[in-house]
C-alpha cells in the first residue's frame, strides 16, 4: 500500500505570495500523482494531473511537478480565493490513496 | 456539464446496512470508471472503492473490504454502494467521483456527497 505525506499542514500566507505544498510517496509512482482543492463546505476540485497536467479552467497561477516519490504543488501570486486544504492522490497502484491535506490560510 | 447527485445517507445505527445511489448525467457513464471517496467529520478525503467502466473490476480500501460493495447499472446511469456492518468510524460524507478514465486514475469530477451517521 503506498502511503503519501504532506508537508506542511498548514500554511498562514500573505495575499500575492508563492505558495509551494509537497506530496512525498513511500515509494515511486512514476507521474501518477494528482492534486485537488477544497474549500470549506464544498466538495473537492481537480487542479492538476499526472504530477503536472493542469485542468482545463483551473487558473495558470497553479502549477504541479515531479515525478518517483517527490512532487511539489505551487500556487504562485495566492489570491484570497486559494484559501483552502488542498490534497495528493495517487492512482499508481492499488489501494487508491490520498495525502493527509494542506490547508492554506489567508493572513 | 457532468452531474453526479448522490442520495440514500442517513442515520443508521452500529451493525445495520445501507445503501448509497448516485445519478450521473452530462457523460457517458459507460465509458468511465467510477470511484467512493469518504471525508469523516473534520478529517481528510479516503478512498473507498472502484469499478471499471464495464463492472468487470472492483476494488477496496482494506477498511471496508468484505462490508462494502460497489456496483453499477450502465443501463440507468447510476452508481450504487451497498454498507453492511456499518460501524462508527464509517460516519463521512460520502462522494460519488468520476475517474478520469475507465480503469483508474485521477477524480475528474466530484459530486456533493450524501452524510451516512452510524449511531445508536
Known amino acids: 500500500e503506498i502511503v503519501l505525506t504532506q508537508s506542511p499542514d498548514f500554511q498562514s500566507v500573505t495575499p500575492k505570495e508563492k505558495v509551494t505544498i509537497t506530496c512525498r510517496a513511500s515509494?515511486?509512482?512514476?507521474?501518477?500523482l494528482h492534486w485537488y482543492q477544497q474549500k470549506p463546505d464544498q466538495s473537492p476540485k481537480l487542479l492538476i494531473k499526472?504530477?503536472?497536467q493542469s485542468f482545463s479552467g483551473v487558473p495558470s497561477r497553479f502549477s504541479g511537478s515531479g515525478s518517483g516519490t517527490d512532487f511539489t504543488l505551487t500556487i504562485n501570486s495566492l489570491e484570497a480565493e486559494d484559501a483552502a486544504t488542498y490534497y495528493c492522490h495517487q492512482s499508481s497502484s492499488l489501494p487508491f490513496s490520498f495525502g493527509p491535506g494542506t490547508k492554506v490560510d489567508i493572513k | 456539464q457532468v452531474q453526479l447527485v448522490e442520495s440514500g445517507g442517513g442515520v443508521v445505527q452500529p451493525g445495520g446496512s445501507l445503501r448509497l445511489s448516485c445519478a450521473a448525467s452530462g457523460f457517458t457513464f459507460s465509458s468511465y470508471g467510477m470511484h467512493w471517496v469518504r471525508q469523516a467529520p473534520g478529517k481528510g478525503l479516503e478512498w473507498v472503492a472502484f469499478i471499471r467502466y464495464d463492472g468487470s473490476n472492483k476494488y477496496y480500501a482494506d477498511s471496508v473490504k468484505g462490508r462494502f460493495t460497489i456496483s453499477r447499472d450502465n443501463s440507468k446511469n447510476t452508481l450504487y454502494l451497498q454498507m453492511n456492518s456499518l460501524r462508527a468510524e464509517d460516519t463521512a460524507v460520502y462522494y460519488c467521483?468520476?475517474?478520469?478514465?475507465?480503469?483508474?486514475?485521477?477524480?475528474?469530477?466530484w459530486g456533493q456527497g450524501t452524510l451516512v451517521t452510524v449511531s445508536s
Open positions: 515509494q515511486s509512482i512514476g507521474s501518477s
Open positions: 467521483a468520476k475517474d478520469g478514465y475507465g480503469s483508474g486514475s485521477y477524480v475528474h469530477y
Open positions: 499526472y504530477a503536472s
